[in-house]
């Protein structure tokens, strides 16, 4: 892409980044898999439900990492019957190189 296609493109991505990051559950997901990469939903259920009080259904964390996925702040992997979520932080970088501290 060139031109004003390429800056749409940019901001769109910006947008959906910043939607990820703009909902507490989505930072704490984050967070958790940050301390330990490579859970499985029930994993992350659970360590949500001990740590954080929170008990939210496995359907609404499952969608809340569907967005995380779609930002490309969470990747994910199959072994089998299972689904592996991955924190990867490279989208970040746009919103550090957006507003480079001086």
């Known amino acids: ?13 910006s947008e959906v980044l910043f939607k990820a990051l ?3 559950t989505r930072r704490v997901l984050l967070d958790e898999l ?9 994993e992350i259920c659970g360590r949500l439900a001990m740590k954080h009080g929170l008990s ?5 964390i499952s969608q809340h990492l569907a967005v995380l996925e779609e930002a490309g702040l969470v990747t994910t992997r199959r072994e089998g019957r299972y689904k592996f979520h991955h924190v990867d932080t ?5 919103i550090v190189e957006r507003w480079p501290i001086p």
């Open 1 to 13: 892409m060139t031109g004003k296609s390429s800056l749409a493109y940019k901001c769109a991505m």
């Open 22 to 24: 703009a909902d507490p």
């Open 34 to 42: 940050t301390e330990k990469d490579g859970q499985t939903l029930f």
């Open 56 to 60: 939210s259904s496995r359907q609404a």
């Open 90 to 94: 490279t989208p970040l970088r746009s």
